[in-house]
């Protein structure tokens, strides 16, 4: 069972009664905001209506000649997801990752940003610069982050940044209050939509482009699975020192 707030994000929320569970139907008149794109309008669904087991989310839709049609609806909340085939099951969110593709670690379908953390006491030596190489990540970029405080964005080769002036503002504010001499790096891989809007069944797997046909290809371009690419931090950072 997920903890925190569950969402159903949809498009056109007004034309559907939604019910989970059979319960009481969602007011879909408001949304509560929206996820990704404005049209994407998000309801509030109970977590208390959901049970152990299977669940049934019924959405009945008044698709008349004004509708501008179907499109893919999404479950958002705090909680993992396992893959088999084409069965998708509920699960518990995982409590961290270890390098490499974190659709393979309870999150197929994620499409937000993931931020690796590690303490570090490395202060360079006078007259050399602190530099972090990323190594090999998939995403769209790398944000590196010093306490929390971004320090650069890490896009194109070699991808490295040097961390001189932000590590050493840190250690200068928490020597001066007294706190440790150590500071918290992140490197947060800026996600995609490809694992969450697809297209999901294209058997092949890096098309040289996403139009329309890539979501309503012929029979010979379709697989019965889930085409996923691979996200995360792939290999271990290095960090350098340089004069």
Known sequence: LPSGSLQLALERPETFEVRLNGGAPVDT??????????????????????R????????????DETHSGLEMIYLLGTFGVAVKGLRSTMVAAPASLRLGDWTRQGLPFY??????????????????????????????????????????LVAWPPYELDITDAVAAALGA???????????LGIEILGHRRNSHGPMHLNEKWPRWTGPGQYAPGDHQLTDRYQLVPCG????????MRK
């Open 174 to 184: 928490k020597s001066a209050s007294g706190k440790q001499t150590s500071v918290t």
């Open 52 to 63: 152990l087991g299977e669940n049934t989310l019924d959405l009945v839709c008044r698709y």
């Open 29 to 50: 008149n408001t949304a509560s905001g929206w996820w990704v794109d404005a049209s994407l309008r998000t309801l509030n669904l109970d977590p208390a209506d959901l």
């Open 233 to 240: 931090l792939m290999g271990a950072p290095k960090l350098l």
């Open 111 to 152: 499409s937000g940003s993931v931020c690796y953390t590690t303490k570090l006491a490395a202060k360079p030596a006078k007259g050399c610069r602190l530099v972090i190489q990323v190594g090999e990540f998939r995403g769209t970029a790398v944000r590196v982050l010093v306490d929390g405080r971004e320090a650069g």
